[in-house]
């Protein structure tokens, strides 16, 4: 397979579940005119998540929790957050710590729309725990991997991946931290990217085509 991606449009939705260090960071870039993106929603799961607050704190224009347990089905709940998405204008969807596994549907919907930052080097160590992971591996490099999201887990095309050693010292914590200042460069980064650059996906490769 061999297709080419222009994107003119930028607003997107970001969809976080937990302490949204990752949407923070974003919405700075924004701020700062760094990072040319309208983040027009922000959706969590979780009711009391700290990245309702940040967003709300930021102004983002709707910021909602949506609860899985008024849905029937996991299909359910992400149609109903596929249509808020799509009501609101959304071309992207960025997952910042969104700890929900995408239903197909979802997915097939956003076909190619869809980002998440993964806390380890993929392919290695996918899953919930890829620190926790990785450490008890016992590797000497981790990192972080900003994906396309497809129907596997943390298995789409890599668009960006950053690099940081593992300390003979590291917790789950202090390793965790450091793979965080990683991602807090590379997500905004590769977000502008992704809505400043065309891109080529050829088999699994992304190829980033150079800038006029
Ligand atoms: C990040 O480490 C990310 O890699 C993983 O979840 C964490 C979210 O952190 N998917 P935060 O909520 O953005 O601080």
């Not at 997915?107 to 008890?136: E, T, W």
């Amino acid at each position: 397979m061999h297709s080419t991606f222009v994107r003119p449009l930028n607003a997107i939705a970001v969809m976080a579940s937990g302490k949204g260090s990752n949407l923070r960071v974003i919405l700075d870039a924004v701020q700062a005119g760094t990072c040319p993106v309208d983040v027009r929603l922000v959706i969590s799961d979780k009711e009391h998540a700290q990245a309702l607050q940040i967003a709300r704190a930021a102004g983002v224009a709707q910021v909602e929790f949506i609860n899985p347990k008024d849905y029937a089905s996991r299909e359910a709940f992400d149609a109903a957050c596929c249509e808020r998405i799509e009501t609101v204008g959304c071309q992207w969807v960025v997952l910042a710590g969104y700890m929900r596994i995408l239903s197909d549907v979802f997915v097939q919907y956003f076909s190619g729309r869809v980002i998440n930052v993964h806390p380890a080097l993929l392919p290695s160590f996918v899953g919930a725990d890829g620190v926790g992971d990785a450490l008890k591996y016992g590797v000497k490099i981790s990192g972080c991997t900003v994906h396309l999201v497809d129907e596997v887990l943390d298995g789409g095309p890599i668009l960006a991946q950053m690099a940081v050693p593992v300390l003979e010292d590291d917790t789950r914590e202090t390793l965790h931290a450091r793979i965080q200042q990683a991602e807090h460069q590379l997500y905004p980064e590769t977000l502008r990217r992704l809505v400043t650059q065309a891109f080529e996906i050829s088999g699994r490769r992304v190829i980033w085509q150079s800038q006029a």
